[in-house]
């Protein structure tokens, strides 16, 4: 997976919403296989459009790993990239992370329906709720 830097690269080469879009459906087929039996309510992010599943494992360092899925090309794309933002961070380091403005940076929050975005709330709301 791309580090928070390299994404902010990566999508800074990308001129249109077209190629934004190309891109997150890229970075979607990037996360790595989520494993059915994961994919159970405890783990399902409610308010998003398509269902979406998200995990996480403390490590030894108290930092986080993430791992998700969904069943949108899109959200999974935009879900990519919220972990990218988050893993190998501490639960203070995450809570401190303003996932709005790095979005907007990365343009891409400005082109997405309202539902999306509530969605993406909904996502990063249970990224920063993790202790």
């Known amino acids: 997976m791309l580090s928070q830097q390299n994404l902010t690269k990566l999508f800074a080469k990308q001129h249109t919403w077209q190629d934004r879009y190309r891109q997150l459906i890229m970075l979607a087929k990037q996360l790595p296989d989520f494993p059915e039996q994961q994919k159970i309510a405890q783990n399902q992010v409610n308010g998003c459009e398509n269902r979406v599943w998200l995990t996480y494992q403390k490590q030894a360092d108290n930092t986080y790993i993430f791992s998700g899925d969904s069943e949108g090309r899109i959200v999974k794309g935009l879900l990519a990239i919220l972990i990218i933002i988050a893993n190998h961070k501490t639960a203070q380091e995450i809570a401190a992370i303003d996932f ?29 709720s993790i202790r």
């Open 100 to 128: 709005s403005s790095l979005l907007s940076q990365l343009k891409i929050s400005d082109e997405l329906s309202q539902s999306r975005l509530q969605g993406l709330a909904q996502l990063i709301e249970r990224i920063k």
